[in-house]
């Protein structure tokens, strides 16, 4: 026979068990859900992908000069790569490619390098036909950023590199019509990156001398704050205006 207490004892077990059992469910549920909501989805993905782009960008001070100082490199060589892909007159191949070295010159020499890296070359012909080289550089470098500077540098340096490689193919590949495009590509890059080179040159030694010209300078006002150097220059001085006198006195008298 099962008296009350067993019933109650067995009825109570089962109700803990169902509790129990309903709590495990609950938080299982729970986890499932967080980790469902935790996950990544498609959008926050693709833009996971463009980190690197979104880093450059917030780190850059000038980004659209940044685009624009890559633009026309990469079109050029882009239409020199694949434009016969598109169209068989060349002509209009040429065209575009000089049009777009034209513009990617003046950019990088006028607008990109102003403002990524503070320097501006130009040069001018004189009376006797030689030529002088101005340079213009930012006083305060530290203005300028890093990622700036950096990608300027690299597409400055790598677009002449290309072309030269797109001229040792043609060679090799005998396609002697567009040799003048990279001709041309050439020696636009390359003026550019003489110019720069030697007005980073030239904004480097004119921050140098400021620098000495600054620790002169402070080195004169620390020995000036110390009183016996500045009792012994006073003297000094004094020394040299009474002797200058004694010398016009005796002037006159011998006169």
């Known amino acids: 026979p099962r008296y009350p207490y067993d019933i109650f004892k067995n009825m109570k077990e089962e109700q803990l068990e169902f509790i129990t059992v309903n709590q495990e469910d609950e938080l299982n549920n729970l986890l499932l859900n967080n980790a469902y909501t935790d996950m990544p989805s498609s959008s926050e993905k693709i833009t996971g992908d463009s980190v690197v782009g979104n880093w450059v960008f ?73 030529n002088e080289w101005i340079f213009e ?12 500077s950096r990608i300027f540098w690299g597409g400055l340096y790598i677009s002449p590199i290309c072309w030269s490689f797109m001229f040792v193919v043609g060679l ?14 050439i020696v636009l890059n390359s003026a550019n990156v003489i110019g720069y080179i030697k007005c980073s040159s030239s904004a480097k030694n004119k921050m140098q001398s400021m620098m000495e010209q600054g620790m002169a300078q402070g080195a004169m006002s620390a020995a000036l704050e110390n009183s016996s150097f500045r009792s012994w220059v006073l003297n000094f001085l004094l020394s040299l205006t009474s002797n200058n006198s004694t010398t016009t006195t005796r002037g006159n008298n011998y006169a």
């Not at 090799?172 to 590509?185: D, G, N, Q, T």
Request: aromatic share 16%; with cysteine.
């Open 58 to 130: 917030k780190q850059s001070k000038h980004p659209v000069a940044i685009i624009f100082h890559l633009l026309f490199k990469s079109l050029a060589l882009f239409i020199y790569i694949f434009g016969s892909w598109v169209t068989s007159n060349f002509i209009f191949i040429f065209v575009l490619c000089i049009i777009l070295l034209a513009f990617d010159f003046w950019t990088v020499k006028n607008i990109s390098g102003r403002l990524l890296v503070g320097l501006r070359w130009w040069s001018v012909v004189k009376d006797d036909g030689s």
């Open 137 to 148: 550089s930012l006083e305060d470098m530290a203005e300028i950023s890093l990622v700036d």
């Open 172 to 185: 090799l590949r005998f396609k002697l019509e567009y040799l003048p495009i990279v001709l041309a590509a």
